[in-house]
């Protein structure tokens, strides 16, 4: 596995610093492990980071001993802390947080738990801190939006791999077969191809089953006439990407040709309406139009794409404007999902799905697989 340089992690350290300081933190205590993987390079189940005005104090247990060493060995501004035996990473970040007097300290609000929050503020006031604990939200995230040229490297090189993947796996989706061998196929094909576990559960959703949007693999076996819905994904250097075709098995009906034609279509119109500036609603209105235009808008029941990096799912979201939430523009260096669908209750169902780089004059296919396979 490949994990970013220093130089690259310093930038990133140092976005986060001026991050902290446009909001007046001096020191952000960081429990989202992407995050802890973003800014550090560690790659763990289980993790702690404070972000310091002077260093970074990483916290993992003795299973990442190891890990720890050479990440404080890489990046000097790294400060390895291995818990020690009967302790707490949350005792831990307390540990590092007292010496700081006079602090604005961030905590990621949409990560911490109440009761560790809880944990935190009393065992700090028993020690008479004088620093506060201030709730702060999506600065680590803000940053990872738009991705560095390694991370697009790494990206570009899942996207690669995963094509390969679908290229060897989309001609054995045949009758008789159950859509669980099929996915057997595809996380074995996906090790072989590089990457370290797939990105999600695979799905291969066959017949009314590609009705479906999130249908698993079961035991069905896939029938002559089938539509089937294969949807994979692999996290390769920590990275996700992710593909979905739709195959038409042995004698397809006309209606059968002409969803996915129409899915193609909208795909299409999504990734034209992709400009750095435009408002992802933009882009996913481009795809729901044109399947109006076809009469099958209704048909189409979930957003068009999602962002992807460290998480599967992850900014920018590309859906329908939400009263509560204002996504920030697209801008060069996103890499997101164009998945639009088509589903009908008992009849099947229909989605293509491919990634995609947000440049400085639109937008860069990053996986390349015949979409009528
Ligand atoms: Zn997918
Ligand atoms: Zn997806």
Redesign the pocket.
């Known amino acids: 596995m490949q994990i970013a340089p220093p130089d690259i992690l310093a930038a990133r350290i140092a976005a986060v610093r001026g991050e902290l300081s446009a909001t007046r933190l001096d020191a952000l205590v960081v429990t989202s492990l992407p995050n802890i993987a973003y800014l550090t390079g560690l790659f763990a189940s289980a993790a702690a980071l404070v972000v310091e005005p002077e260093q970074l104090a990483l916290i993992a247990d003795s299973r990442y001993a190891e890990s720890l060493k050479d990440r404080a060995n890489e990046c000097p501004l790294i400060d390895a802390i291995e818990l020690p035996p009967g302790s707490s990473y949350d005792q831990a970040i307390v540990d590092v947080l007292a010496p700081l007097q006079g602090a604005r300290v961030g905590f990621e609000a949409t990560h911490l738990t109440v009761s560790r929050h809880r944990f935190l503020t009393s065992t700090l006031g028993r020690r008479a801190w004088e620093s506060s604990l201030v709730e702060s939200d999506g600065v680590i995230e803000r940053l990872r939006v738009r991705k560095d040229a390694w991370e697009i490297a790494r990206l570009r090189d899942g996207a690669d791999r995963l094509s390969t993947v679908a290229k060897c796996i989309l001609p054995k989706v045949l009758a008789g077969r159950t859509e669980a061998e099929v996915a057997a196929d595809i996380e074995r094909q996906l090790r072989l191809e590089g990457f370290e576990r797939p990105a999600f559960d695979t799905i291969v959703a066959s017949g009314p089953n590609a009705a479906l949007p999130h249908a698993r693999a079961g035991s069905r076996r896939i029938e002559d006439g089938d539509l089937v819905v294969v ?1 994979f ?1 692999g996290v390769l250097d920590g990275y996700c990407t ?3 075709r739709t195959i038409a098995v042995g004698h397809a009906e006309d209606r059968h040709r002409r969803v996915i034609e129409q899915v193609i279509e909208a795909q299409q119109a999504a990734f034209d309406a992709v400009q750095s500036g435009r408002a992802p609603e933009s882009v996913d209105a481009g795809a729901r139009d044109a399947l109006a235009r076809h009469g099958i808008g209704d048909a189409f029941t979930h957003g068009t794409g999602h962002g992807l990096g460290l998480e599967v799912h992850e900014a920018p979201r590309v859906t329908r404007a939400r009263p509560d939430h204002a996504e920030p523009p697209l801008a060069a260096g996103m890499v997101m ?1 164009l ?1 639009p669908g088509a589903y009908f209750p008992g009849w099947g169902g229909v989605r293509i ?1 491919d990634d995609v780089l947000v440049t400085a004059d639109g937008a860069e296919w990053l996986t390349d697989v015949p979409r009528i396979p």
């Open positions: 949807d994904g992710d593909l979905t999902t998945e799905e």
